[in-house]
């Protein structure tokens, strides 16, 4: 069966789901911008109770990934990304996300095998690069800083 470029738009756009951008873009505003007013209340709270603004900056992300890996382990994460869409992936609650959905999905292969795996097929990458060029950026300082 041969199919013209027309004819293939066509029937794409049939099967395609009608999506109203101005209302999902709205979602994803306030769901990002939601889940960053959390992250400064909780900044300023600390920040209240005399913590350094290193520390409290530390416990925020600290209480933020924690959050968004126990509400990934509840199952509410996906819940909320469903209709907020691309709102969810702020950064620190987004990379969370990944790296305990991906540990989720694959405890029913147990946890060495399975969890202890899987935690780190997302975040992976990311740490062995980020962890890498941290190194070689350090290294690289202290040789210039020698001279």
Request: net charge neutral; hydrophobic share 50%; with cysteine.
């Amino acid at each position: 069966m041969n199919i013209t470029p027309q004819a293939y738009k066509e029937m794409m756009d049939k099967a395609s789901p009608k999506s109203n951008s101005a209302v999902n873009i709205s979602y994803a505003f306030f769901t990002g911008g939601t889940i960053c007013l959390i992250g400064q209340l909780i900044l300023s709270a600390f920040k209240n109770m005399g913590l350094s603004a290193e520390n409290a900056s530390t416990w925020t992300s600290v209480i933020l990934v924690a959050a968004s890996a126990l509400l990934t382990g509840l199952g509410w994460y996906e819940r909320i990304a469903k209709h907020a869409g691309a709102g969810t992936l702020v950064p620190i609650t987004g990379f969370a996300n990944s790296i305990s959905s991906s540990a989720v999905e694959a405890q029913s292969e147990g946890f060495i095998l399975g969890v202890g795996t899987k935690i780190f097929s997302i975040a992976g990458p990311v740490i062995l690069y980020g962890c890498t060029a941290a190194f070689m950026y350090g290294l690289i300082y202290y040789i210039v800083s020698l001279f």
